[in-house]
C-alpha cells in the first residue's frame, strides 16, 4: 500500500541526506520525495511516498522521530489529506488537428500551456498523482519528448483538524 510521510527536519546541509540513508539501510523505498522551506527558516518539510504495509510505515516513522534535527514524522496518508504534484511535459504537435486535439486535453484536465513553438508545447499539470499519470497517459499518441515531476506534496484536511481540535476541547 502506498503512504505519504511528513518530516519537519532541520534545514542544514546533509539531513536529507541522513533521512534517505535511514530509508536505503533498511531496505525501504522512496517513490518521490520533496522538500521545501516551512515558515521557519530554520525548518524544512519533507514529504516521502513510499511503499508497505502499516507495520513497515510504523517502523519508519520511529525511526525517523529517532534521528537529531527532526521535530516531527507524521504519516499523513492516516488522517483525511489533499495531495498534489504537478508535471512539465514538451510534447510535439505539429499540425493544427493535433493542437486542437491536445489543448482539448488540456481543458478536460485544467492544465496549462506554458511555452509554445511551431512544432511543440510544454504543459503544465497539478493534481494528485493518478491525475498526472492519466493525462501523460492520454498524451501518449503525441511525441511525448520530456516529462518533468515534482514528486508529491501533502497537507492533512482542515474538516478533519478541525473535529481533532473540538474533541480535544471537549474532553477538557
Request: proline residues 2%.
Amino acid at each position: 500500500m502506498r503512504h505519504t510521510i511528513s518530516i519537519i527536519v532541520a534545514n542544514q546541509p546533509g539531513e536529507l541526506s541522513r533521512i534517505v540513508g535511514l530509508f536505503s539501510a533498511r531496505g525501504f523505498n522512496i517513490e518521490t520525495i520533496t522538500v521545501g522551506k516551512t515558515l521557519e527558516p530554520a525548518w524544512s518539510k519533507a514529504t516521502v511516498v513510499t511503499s508497505g504495509d502499516d507495520r513497515t510505515v510504523e517502523q519508519i516513522i520511529k525511526q525517523c522521530s529517532r534521528l537529531a534535527r527532526v521535530r516531527e514524522v507524521k504519516a499523513v496518508t492516516s488522517l483525511p489529506h489533499i495531495e498534489r504534484e504537478m508535471a512539465l511535459i514538451d510534447v510535439e504537435v505539429k499540425s493544427g488537428t493535433e493542437r486542437q486535439e491536445v489543448m482539448s486535453l488540456v481543458d478536460i484536465f485544467r492544465a496549462k500551456v506554458v511555452d509554445i513553438s511551431h512544432e511543440r508545447m510544454i504543459l503544465e499539470l497539478s493534481g494528485t498523482m493518478d491525475k498526472v499519470d492519466t493525462f501523460i497517459d492520454m498524451l501518449q499518441p503525441f511525441a511525448i519528448r520530456e516529462v518533468t515531476r515534482s514528486g508529491c506534496v501533502a497537507i492533512n484536511r482542515l474538516s478533519r483538524l478541525m473535529t481533532d481540535e473540538q474533541a480535544e476541547r471537549a474532553a477538557a
